[in-house]
């Protein structure tokens, strides 16, 4: 089955309710807080279709979307025309890759850091870190906490277009911290009816344990821990004192 990662068009959609100018503000502001270098450069990993890349070109900002998948990255210089913005793309892997000029600030939204095992993660440290200036930042959006099993749906619709989304997490076990994640789209579009599924086995991470493989790593600073939705970050909210942290954001800084 066709994967939603492959229909970009419709991956748009299904996240219309992103408010990137509020998310890049968002940005501004850690940076203004954290930052201990002057910002000129953004790199977006597992960027996808990414409106806040194309916001961040829009501030006069230096902007690169990083991706495996090429539909997502051919769809987003396609975007990034049409809005009279320059974007750079780069197709790697997330655990493997190496920028040719560093960038200020990395991000990574929605979740998307996905990995396999304890090795890849300290490969994507790595290959961030490789690829971020020195007292550059490392954002980080909803890093999975909640080790239950559990599935969420929502439904968006634009111009004609309607896409279902179905996000799925099967915990399955917890010696191996393994899980199965299940992306689906079910789209109407003018009366087309398509469906399309991804799948994949993916490692829960514990939050201690992500500090302390952070550490291990050894080339960032761990800053913080803080509650947040899609769109707002609260940094006078830090997650050890949260009752509900299934939305967060975590913040390192490049040593």
Excluded at 15 to 42: H, P, T, Y
Excluded at 187 to 193: A, L, T
Excluded at 203 to 210: C, L, S, V
Aim: glycine fraction near 6%.
């Amino acid at each position: 089955m066709i994967s939603p990662y492959d229909k970009p068009e419709y991956y748009d959609i299904a996240f219309i309710f992103v408010n990137a100018k509020q998310q890049v503000d968002n940005f501004e502001k850690i940076i203004k807080k954290f930052s201990k270098r002057k910002v000129k450069r953004f790199l977006d990993i597992a960027c996808g279709p990414s409106l806040q890349l194309r916001e961040i070109a829009k501030r006069g900002y230096e902007a690169i979307g990083l991706d495996l998948n090429f539909r997502m990255l051919g769809y987003l210089k396609k975007k990034a025309k049409e809005e009279g913005v320059k974007i750079e793309t780069i197709r790697a892997d997330l655990t493997n890759f190496r920028l040719k000029k560093k960038a200020d600030f990395a991000f990574i939204m929605m979740g998307s850091l996905d990995v396999q095992s304890n090795e890849e993660f300290l490969s994507h440290l790595d290959s961030v870190a490789k690829s971020l200036n020195k007292g550059g930042l490392y954002f980080i959006q909803n890093h999975g906490i909640n080790s239950k099993s559990g599935k969420q749906s929502w439904t968006r619709e634009k111009g004609g277009i309607k896409v279902k989304t179905t996000f799925e997490w099967i915990y399955k076990n917890p010696i191996t911290q393994m899980g199965t994640e299940i992306l689906t789209h079910e789209v109407n579009d003018y009366g087309k009816e398509m469906k399309f599924v991804h799948k994949r086995d993916l490692k829960f991470i514990y939050p201690q344990e992500f500090k302390t493989l952070v550490k291990l790593n050894g080339k960032f600073e761990f800053l913080g821990w803080w509650k947040g939705n899609c769109n707002i970050w609260h940094l006078d909210k830090p997650l050890e004192k949260a009752k509900k942290f299934s939305d967060n954001m975590v913040l390192l800084r490049k040593k």
